[in-house]
């Protein structure tokens, strides 16, 4: 019987250590911080909504179930749109400024291409010719 042995191949505290530094970064980042909040509050709202259908699950009376509804319903209802709507505007943001950044590469490279192209005319016209 053949018994294959892993090794690792980096130690295991390093491998902690990376992965606390990485889950530093992301709280770092503003960006990837409204990322986590706003599925936070997506993943809030569907708890919400699970939580008041088990509630209103418990009671055959509707009068006992209204209050797990409403609460359950809405607010899950409104944890899920709140999140949903700071997903969108951060991902529009996101998209915003990456289009700027782009654009203002284009216009910058554009900017040196008549400079290159002078600097080449100017050295051909004040060169002797052989």
């Given at each position: 019987m053949v018994?294959?042995?892993?090794?690792?191949s980096e130690p295991a505290g390093s491998?902690?250590?990376r992965m606390r530094g990485e889950i530093a970064r992301t709280l770092r980042d503003p960006f990837r911080?409204?990322?986590?909040?706003s599925?936070?509050?997506?993943v809030a709202g569907f708890v919400a909504i699970l939580l008041?259908?088990?509630g209103a699950a418990r009671s055959i009376l509707v009068v006992e179930q209204l209050p797990y509804l409403i609460s359950g319903g809405a607010g899950g209802l409104a944890?899920?749109?709140?999140?949903a709507g700071l997903l969108s505007?951060?991902?529009?943001r996101y998209w915003n400024a990456r289009e700027r950044r782009l654009l203002d590469l284009v216009v910058a490279r554009a900017a040196e291409?008549?400079?290159a192209y002078a600097e080449s005319l100017i050295s051909l016209v004040s060169e002797p010719p052989a």
């Open positions: 018994v294959h042995r892993h090794k690792p491998k902690v250590k911080r409204s990322i986590l909040f599925i936070l509050l997506i008041g259908w088990k944890l899920i749109l709140t999140g505007v951060q991902v529009t291409v008549p400079a």
